[in-house]
């Protein structure tokens, strides 16, 4: 018996390679079918000087759009905008610098942005940090719910009249299963009282769902649809903060998503005919997908909302 456990754990890597391709076609259903093409839209998708969000912007740009590539690092922004101009043959690919983490940046990002563009029809909120160690942003906000909620909702406030005027328009966010772990706990929004790094994330991407439904259910009637999105498990630098998490990415990477797979279902919520009626809905593999009952939770959005409006001094209606 004994030998039969061995000769099995000596086989499992062994099947697990061969298995690779099925688990991972498995793993990465899912693609973006519309055929819409996006001359003289314009796009604006946060993080996109890397992994996801350049693969979107990629996409965005080959179908004719104006794409900004709203980035922190803007030299590394603009190797990737010139990339793009050269793969897609679109020189309309510019860089903008945006760091979520100061809302003085992101103000900074949209005065710019509402001075140089008539239009907004895509709005891609997919730049996000994960697993940090505690540390505060320029205004004092926790890391993960600074840049990846609150920043988003602040950029997405300063763009919003913008995305009115240009309806139909779309604006996607990009969240993650590990919503499943989160809490919006008022009393602790910012980690003063108990920190985990791994559960400060979840709870910033339960504030993604959270913000996108109670956004919806605002725009109603406007033209505006919005929708999050769980891209999947994807190599990204969004490890790069935790050892443990760069392990288990390599270790299981034959199974993990590429950046082109993981961008599929943004660009799917973001380009898709007919989504309109979902507005406010959550997809993950280009498909509407189940959420938890925090996620679904319309008194605690509103809630967060009015916190998120207090915090960064936005008026309240």
Request: charged share 20%; proline share 3%; glycine share 8%.
């Amino acid at each position: 018996m004994i030998g039969v456990l061995l000769l099995l754990l000596l086989l499992l890597p062994v099947l697990l390679f061969i298995a690779a391709p099925q688990i991972r076609k498995m793993l990465s259903n899912g693609v973006c079918t519309s055929t819409a093409q996006l001359p003289g839209k314009v796009a604006v998708v946060t993080g996109a000087n890397t992994g996801i969000g350049k693969e979107t912007a990629k996409e965005l740009a080959q179908r004719g759009a104006r794409v900004y590539i709203a980035c922190r690092d803007v030299q590394k922004g603009e190797l990737v905008a010139r990339e793009i101009q050269t793969m897609t043959g679109n020189q309309q690919v510019f860089v903008r610098k945006l760091d979520l983490a100061d809302t003085k940046s992101i103000r900074a990002f949209a005065e710019g942005f509402l001075a140089e563009e008539k239009h907004l029809h895509i709005l891609i909120n997919n730049a996000g940090v994960m697993m940090c160690p505690f540390s505060r942003t320029a205004d004092g906000f926790e890391m993960h719910i600074g840049v990846n909620h609150l920043g988003h909702f602040l950029l997405t406030h300063l763009l919003l009249g913008k995305l009115k005027e240009s309806a139909p328009s779309r604006v996607v966010n990009v969240s993650s299963l590990a919503h499943l772990l989160g809490r919006i706990h008022f009393h602790n929004l910012q980690g003063e009282k108990f920190y985990s790094a791994g559960l400060a994330y979840c709870h910033s991407k339960l504030a993604n769902i959270l913000f996108t439904k109670e956004l919806a259910r605002r725009l109603e009637g406007s033209g505006v649809s919005v929708y999050s999105v769980h891209p999947g498990t994807v190599h990204s630098d969004l490890t790069r903060h935790s050892f443990l998490m760069r392990c288990l990415w390599w270790i299981f990477s034959c199974f993990i998503k590429t950046p082109r797979e993981g961008a599929q279902t943004s660009l799917h919520c973001a380009l898709a005919e007919g989504l309109e009626i979902l507005s406010g809905s959550h997809f993950s593999d280009c498909r509407v997908t189940w959420v938890t009952a925090q996620a679904r939770n319309m008194t605690v959005a509103r809630r967060l909302w009015d916190v998120s409006c207090d915090l960064l001094g936005i008026p309240m209606d």
